[in-house]
């Protein structure tokens, strides 16, 4: 099976930076994603790592070790519209493109 | 490109109801996913279809849940009876069968909020 973790609530503040980690456990892994949710809406695609290391798109960030089953996300330069949940979801090699999601993080952008 | 169709957006039905949702997804994407989201989770796979064969519905509730893509395009997913915990958000994705990561990306509809009571 699969088991994914990341924190449930975070909170910022306007122009900084932040990041919302996300551990994982899969056989097979092929692939961390991470998507943006606001509420009410649907999720959106942010991010792709597949290999180690720092995936660059803006202001957004995503980060993937293997080896720790671990990865993150970093937003800087924080809005008020980055208030939303962010999901990670892994892809395994048995899951045929499906993805398996974690809860999610809620994060509070303040001024 | 014309996203991911679904309807209704919400519906409410008392328990022991039927309900229908409809998703017709990205035009060419040959994989479709129905998700159910509960407040505060991450969606969950209920079931996957490649065109129109079924690829993986280990985890959708059989005895109350179906879902069928005919023709490979379109897709009904069908709750009878509904219970209390089936309120949720039904989450419909689709993807490309090939091309990178392009084929990796999942795209989501809005979703159809279904209430139970």
């Known amino acids: 099976g699969q088991n994914i973790d990341q924190p449930t609530e975070m909170t910022a503040t306007e122009g900084a930076i932040v990041q919302i980690n996300c551990t994982y456990q899969?056989?097979?892994?092929?692939?961390l994603f991470w998507y943006q949710q606001h509420a009410g809406e649907a999720p959106t695609f942010l991010s792709y790592?597949?290999?180690?290391g720092l995936e660059e798109k803006g202001r957004f960030s995503s980060f993937l070790s293997r080896s720790k089953g671990y990865s993150y996300l970093l937003l800087k330069e924080l809005q008020m519209k980055d208030s939303a949940s962010y999901l990670c979801?892994?892809?395994?090699?048995?899951?045929?493109?499906?993805?398996?999601f974690g809860s999610g993080t809620r994060l509070q952008v303040q001024p | 490109e014309a996203g991911v169709a679904q309807s209704p957006r919400y519906k409410i039905i008392e328990k022991r109801q039927s309900v229908a949702f409809w998703c017709n997804p990205i035009?060419?994407?040959?994989?479709l996913y129905w998700y159910q989201q509960i407040l505060g989770q991450g969606p969950k796979l209920l079931i996957q279809?490649?065109?129109?064969?079924?690829?993986?519905d280990s985890q959708l509730p059989k005895d109350r849940f179906s879902a069928e893509r005919l023709k490979g395009v379109d897709s009904t997913l069908k709750i009878q009876p509904a219970k209390l915990e089936d309120s949720a958000v039904y989450l419909c994705?689709?993807?490309?069968?090939?091309?990178?990561?392009?084929?990796?990306?999942?795209?989501f509809g809005a979703g159809s909020r279904l209430t139970v009571l």
């Open positions: 994705a689709s993807s490309p069968l090939t091309g990178g990561t392009g084929a990796n990306v999942l795209t």
């Open positions: 899969t056989s097979g892994f092929n692939g």
């Open positions: 790592n597949v290999l180690d």
């Open positions: 979801a892994v892809r395994s090699l048995r899951g045929r493109r499906a993805l398996t």
């Open positions: 035009s060419g994407h040959a994989t």
């Open positions: 279809f490649q065109n129109n064969g079924v690829v993986d």
